[in-house]
């Protein structure tokens, strides 16, 4: 009774926000598929008047010939394209700060963006402060991308972040071991190419570790208060996708039905999250990348049954709704939704050993676990309607479960419990 009541004005505030939510005018980008359609993107470029291109990417994709599609498209189009491909992983406040000194007196009128998720939020950054003089941290928090960005084309490489088709950007402080997130209408791309060639040269294990982060983007907007008929909608067809395709694109990275079906899966979970929020997953894989270095979609991932365990007793009903979109049945054959909750828990642990994702994190340390809670707790606590809200001691319970040999999921079940302090 006592965390309910400590509870109360966050559900109030959530559900202000989802109103709010349910109001803004998102405009959603065009959407090219198909082998051809990194071309037709190019086309819509051109067709748009736009001359001077700043394509985007990384050393990785770019010796991949992936950006030669583009190139040559570009040309055939009279396009002045420049190409700008120092973007690393996880993109930080120096480098999206150089990547814009660098790159602001080309004059581009438009950006393309070719590559995965860290490439694309880097685009939207430099999109945005190409416009402006502010410094990056200005624009960080909701609606501070006053002036808009230059018109932004993505060709994700990978099927995961669905930044695509969001309205946020994350830069790294690795001063302070932080992730910032800057959240802006302004920030939606206007078209995307879902072009299967893209992800086609990717390693088994990023295929793993992306397709997990789209399944989690999935299933926490499911699971979400902020959740709407739309979001629902979404993310029950991208649970379906994935669970169907992620192992064929996993097991045979060149079945080109795969990849485009994985594509569309990861872009409907962007859309999906970017109206009905995440949790606590993505709260604490921020921080362990901040800190560690871990790469996103396998943060995601290690955390995802656990966090879901601690979840199941406020959204056990939301949690059998996905497993009944998947296809999945309950160990026991049973079909209430208790044992279809525990089934999709069991799918997700499937799926990760399936994909020799590890059920530990071996970077994690016992003297961070406090601070790294403190900072996920910090970070959802106005922007995620999370279905359950945990306190700091069962934080630190689920994330030391994950410790590198934990002798025993005892700390997991711990956190399961019903809190008795400070329970939001």
Not at 77 to 82: H, I
Not at 87 to 97: A, F, M, Q, R, V
Not at 206 to 213: E, P, S, V
């Amino acid at each position: 009774m006592k965390a309910a009541l400590r509870q109360w004005p966050l559900r109030a505030y959530m559900r202000v926000f989802k109103g709010v939510i349910k109001i803004l005018p998102f405009r959603w980008p065009t959407v090219h598929e198909g082998e051809n359609a990194t071309s037709t993107l190019i086309d819509e470029i051109a067709d748009a008047g736009y001359q001077r291109i700043l394509l985007v990417t990384d050393q990785g994709v770019q010796k991949l010939g992936l950006t030669n599609l583009v190139r040559e498209a570009a040309e055939a189009r009279n396009l002045q394209l420049s190409i700008y491909a120092n973007i690393t992983s996880d993109p930080t406040i120096e480098l999206i700060t150089t990547a814009v000194e660098d790159v602001r007196d080309l004059n581009a009128e438009a950006i393309i963006a070719v590559g995965g998720g860290s490439v694309l939020d880097a685009a939207k950054m430099i999109g945005a402060l190409l416009k402006t003089k502010k410094p990056i941290i200005k624009l960080v928090g909701l609606f501070k991308v006053r002036k808009g960005m230059l018109p932004l084309y993505a060709v994700p490489t990978t099927a995961g972040t669905g930044s695509e088709a969001t309205v946020a950007a994350v830069v790294s402080d690795p001063r302070k071991m932080r992730k910032l997130s800057i959240l802006d209408l302004k920030l939606m791309p206007t078209a995307v190419a879902l072009d299967p060639a893209m992800t086609m040269g990717l390693p088994p294990a990023i295929t793993a570790a992306t397709g997990l982060d789209a399944l989690t983007h999935a299933i926490e907007a499911y699971l979400s208060r902020n959740a709407l008929l739309r979001t629902d909608e979404l993310a029950l067809q991208a649970a379906r996708l994935i669970n169907s395709w992620l192992p064929k694109a996993y097991a045979k990275g060149d079945n080109l039905e795969a990849r485009q079906q994985m594509a569309k899966a990861a872009m409907y979970a962007g859309q999906a999250f970017t109206q009905a929020g995440v949790g606590y997953v993505h709260a604490i894989a921020h921080n362990l990348g901040a800190r560690y270095h871990i790469p996103h979609g396998l943060a995601n991932a290690m955390l995802l049954p656990t966090v879901l365990e601690f979840s199941k007793p406020d959204c056990s009903r939301r949690m059998a709704d996905l497993s009944r979109a998947m296809g999945l049945n309950s160990a026991d054959g049973r079909s209430d939704d208790t044992a279809l909750a525990e089934a999709l828990i069991e799918r997700v642990r499937q799926l990760n050993q399936r994909f020799a994702i590890p059920d530990y994190i071996e970077q994690l340390r016992e003297e961070d676990i406090a601070s790294i809670i403190r900072a996920a707790r910090s970070e959802a606590r106005f922007t995620y309607a999370v279905p359950r809200y945990i306190n700091q001691q069962q934080g630190e319970a689920l994330l030391r479960s994950l410790l590198p040999n934990s002798a025993s999921n005892d700390a997991a079940n711990t956190a399961t419990e019903d809190a008795t302090t400070d329970s939001a």
